[in-house]
Structure formats: structure tokens, C-alpha cells
């Protein structure tokens, strides 16, 4: 894994600038108007679950990195239900444009899809919170241009998250069978990687939750890097069962973007 120390002084010195802020602020509850703060890279693996249905529709610019050799624009749909107690369903799609350095193609079209499922085992101790669950990668990106990698994946993963009254605290950990697959007309050989991922939600005030992720994944495919990234997000309740969400995150190996940007709403209740 190959780490980019002047990016990672950076996002360290925001993420410290960001817990000096909610140090000052007041204590506020996780939950506001039937919507529930969400995190944005472990959306799927996080210790919560929606009150009974999430509909998120997001737009996301990505910088490419070292083994992403082109930009993209991608437009992606999140749902999740919980049909049952304590059990949450969800996935999401998307379509996307590249714009690819020369001699690459690009253009546009579909993204890969993802689904999974999960069951909370809530409050186990005061304000602790676990969760386990499966995520599959179901291959209908567009592999020649870069959305996809033409290979099936399925992820088993726990996580956890602590509640105090101002913040939350949590983690995951999980591990993903890759199956082989391609990209840009390139043979890719699978393998198993590992994931680990740790995250803090603010609750800055009545309306507004600050997030910061920290997330690792070893080599899905051979000749490729890991993937880790930092990420800085907000969530905005401007309305009851509503809210605007953004969030900014960087790349710390060759695998992951440079940088992206994530704008979305999502109406939850």
C-alpha cells in the first residue's frame, strides 16, 4: 500500500479542526424529525438503520488517482427499506461519464449495482450498537470505460457504533471474495481482500451532523493497489423528513481517486 504523506497531513489536520469544533458545541440527539444521520463510504456496513425507508439520489465527481486514469461524473440512486424489525435492505445504481486520458476509451453508461442486507443487534450495552451483514457487487457497470470491473463480489462484514449525547463513535471490518473480472479490455485476476473502516458522527446542533471516515481496502485485483481514503461530510436536516447531504473525500493510495465530491438529498422516514 503506497500512502501519499502530504494528503495525509492534510486530512489530518482538517479532521483535528473539525474535533475542535464539535468539542464546543451543544449536545444534540443522533436521531431528528424521523431521519437518521448516515455515513457516506460505509453506508451499507455502519451499526444503523433507517426508521423505515431511505430515497437518496446523489452526483459525485471523481478526480481519478494513479490506476484510475480518468474523471468521471456519476449520478446514483440509494434506497433502503427495513421491513422487518431490526433488519435493513438496500442497495444502490447508477449511470456515469469518463473522460479518459488519451488512447483510453470513455463515455458513458451504467454503474455497477450493489445490494445488501443487514441485522442490527441494538443497545447490547448502554448506547452500544452492532450490526452484521452480506454485500454483493453485481457486475452491470460499463467495464471499457471504467464503471465496473466485469467481476462478481460478496462482502461479510460486523460493525459498531457507540452513542454519546454529542457524537458517535464506530467501526467495521470486513472481508470480500472478489471474483476475476476486466477493465478497460485488461484481464483482471481476483483476489480476497480485507476491510477495515472507522468513523465519528458530530452532532453539531439541531439540524446539522458533521461525519469523518477513515476506511482501508486491501487488493481487490492483482497489480492493483489498496484502497483508503479519508472522508468529511455533512448532514443537513433543512426539513422533517428531508435532508441535504455533502461530503469530500481523498485518496491515500493509487487504487482510490485523488479526490471526490458528493452532493445528494435524501427522504427518509
Excluded at 4 to 17: E, K
Excluded at 90 to 108: K, S, Y
Excluded at 201 to 215: D, G, K, P, Y
Amino acid at each position: 500500500m503506497r500512502l501519499n504523506p502530504p494528503r495525509c497531513v492534510a486530512l489530518l489536520a482538517a479532521a483535528l479542526a473539525v474535533s475542535a469544533a464539535a468539542a464546543q458545541t451543544t449536545p444534540a440527539t443522533p436521531q431528528r424529525n424521523g431521519t437518521t444521520d448516515r455515513l457516506f463510504l460505509s453506508f451499507a456496513q455502519e451499526a444503523a438503520i433507517v426508521p423505515s425507508q431511505w430515497w437518496e439520489g446523489q452526483l459525485e465527481y471523481v478526480n481519478g488517482g494513479n490506476d484510475l486514469p480518468f474523471d468521471a461524473l456519476l449520478f446514483r440512486g440509494v434506497v433502503a427499506f427495513q421491513p422487518v424489525k431490526n433488519l435493513e435492505l438496500g442497495g444502490n445504481f447508477g449511470l456515469g461519464n469518463t473522460n479518459a486520458d488519451p488512447g483510453i476509451d470513455d463515455g458513458t453508461g451504467a454503474t455497477d449495482l450493489e445490494v445488501y442486507g443487514k441485522y442490527l443487534f441494538s443497545n447490547v450495552s448502554e448506547g452500544l450498537d452492532f450490526a452484521a451483514g452480506v454485500l454483493a457487487t453485481i457486475p452491470t457497470g460499463e467495464d471499457n470505460i471504467g464503471l465496473g470491473f466485469n467481476s462478481f463480489g460478496a462482502q461479510a462484514f460486523g460493525s459498531m457504533r457507540y452513542k454519546m449525547d454529542s457524537m458517535s463513535v464506530g467501526g467495521n471490518v470486513g472481508v470480500r471474495y472478489n471474483g476475476d473480472g476486466s477493465v478497460f479490455g485488461v484481464d483482471l485476476a481476483g483476489k480476497t481482500s480485507f476491510q477495515l473502516g472507522v468513523n465519528a458522527l458530530f452532532h453539531l446542533a439541531n439540524s446539522v451532523t458533521m461525519t469523518a471516515e477513515a476506511q482501508v481496502e486491501t487488493e481487490r485485483f492483482d497489480g492493483l493497489d489498496s484502497d483508503a481514503r479519508l472522508v468529511g461530510g455533512v448532514d443537513w436536516h433543512a426539513f422533517q423528513r428531508g435532508q441535504f447531504r455533502a461530503s469530500l473525500a481523498a485518496g491515500l493510495t493509487d487504487s482510490a481517486p485523488n479526490f471526490t465530491v458528493l452532493v445528494g438529498y435524501a427522504y427518509a422516514f
